[in-house]
C-alpha cells in the first residue's frame, strides 16, 4: 500500500535551516509528482510547494520562495524539502503529499507530517 | 491567487441530519477546454492527515461512503453528507487545483454532532 512517511522537524531557532524528508513506498515513485503541505497548530492548509515527476520544474508558494528548496531523489523514493532562513511563521506540520494524476494538482496520498517549531 | 472561502466555520449536526459546508472561489475553477471543475474535497480527522473524498468538483474517490457528495460549478460548491454519521465528524476543506503554480485551500469547516 501506499505510504508517505516523512522525517526531519524538530524545534530549530530562528534564521536556522532544516532539511525535511519523505520516504515513498508502495507505488512507483518516479511516476508521480510530490508536495509539500503545511498546517499551522490550529489552522488550515497551506500548499508549499510541488516537483515534477522527473524533477524538471519546481515551484513555490510566494511566502517560502527563495528559502525553501524541494527536491528529490528517485533512485531513493525519497522527496525533500530544504528549509533556510526560518522564522515563527513557518512553525507547521509539514506533510508530503502525492498528486493523484501527474499534472493534476490534488492529493490522494498524504503522510502524517512532521512538526517543525521555529523558537 | 485564487481565495477560496468555506462557510460556515462550524456546524452541529443531528446524527442522521444532513450537513452542507459551502465552499466559494474568488475565480472560476472551471476550465472550459475540458469543462471541468478544479475543485477537490478533503476531510480531516484530529491528529490525521488530509484524506482525498471528491475531485473533479463531484467524482467521488474510490472507497468514500456515497452519503458525501459534491456539487456546484464555476464559483459555488457544495459538499453534503446526506446522513451523519459519529464518525463523520471532521474539518472539511476545499481545495482549488485551476491555478496550477499557486493551489489554495479553504479556511475550513468544522463539523460536530448536535
Given at each position: 500500500q501506499v505510504q508517505l512517511v516523512e522525517s526531519g522537524g524538530g524545534v530549530v531557532q530562528p534564521g536556522r535551516s532544516l532539511r525535511l524528508s519523505c520516504a515513498a513506498s508502495?507505488?512507483?515513485?518516479?511516476n508521480y509528482g510530490m508536495h509539500w503541505v503545511r498546517q499551522a497548530p490550529g489552522k488550515g492548509l497551506e500548499w508549499v510547494s510541488l516537483i515534477r515527476y522527473d524533477g524538471s520544474n519546481k515551484y513555490y508558494a510566494d511566502s517560502v520562495k527563495g528559502r525553501f528548496t524541494i527536491s528529490r531523489d528517485n533512485s531513493k523514493n525519497t522527496l525533500y524539502l530544504q528549509m533556510n532562513s526560518?522564522?515563527?511563521?513557518?512553525t507547521a506540520v509539514y506533510h508530503c503529499a502525492r498528486e493523484a494524476?501527474?499534472?493534476?494538482?490534488?492529493?490522494d496520498y498524504w503522510g502524517q507530517g512532521t512538526l517543525v517549531t521555529v523558537s | 491567487d485564487i481565495v477560496m472561502t468555506q462557510s460556515p466555520d462550524s456546524l452541529a449536526v443531528s446524527l442522521g441530519e444532513r450537513a452542507t459546508i459551502n465552499c466559494k472561489s474568488s475565480?472560476?475553477?472551471?476550465?472550459?477546454?475540458?469543462?471541468?471543475?478544479?475543485l477537490a474535497w478533503y476531510q480531516q480527522k484530529p491528529g490525521q492527515p488530509p484524506k482525498l473524498l471528491?475531485?473533479?468538483?463531484s467524482t467521488r474517490e474510490s472507497?468514500?461512503?456515497?452519503?458525501f457528495s459534491g456539487s456546484g460549478s464555476g464559483t459555488d460548491f457544495t459538499l453534503t453528507i446526506s446522513s451523519l454519521q459519529a464518525e463523520d465528524v471532521a474539518v472539511y476543506y476545499c481545495q482549488q487545483y485551476y491555478n496550477t503554480l499557486s493551489l489554495t485551500f479553504g479556511g475550513g469547516t468544522k463539523v460536530e454532532i448536535k
Open positions: 508502495g507505488f512507483t515513485f518516479s526560518l522564522s515563527a511563521e513557518d494524476v501527474a499534472g493534476i494538482y490534488y492529493f | 475565480q472560476s475553477v472551471l476550465y472550459s477546454s475540458n469543462n471541468k471543475n478544479y471528491i475531485y473533479w468538483a472507497g468514500v461512503p456515497d452519503r
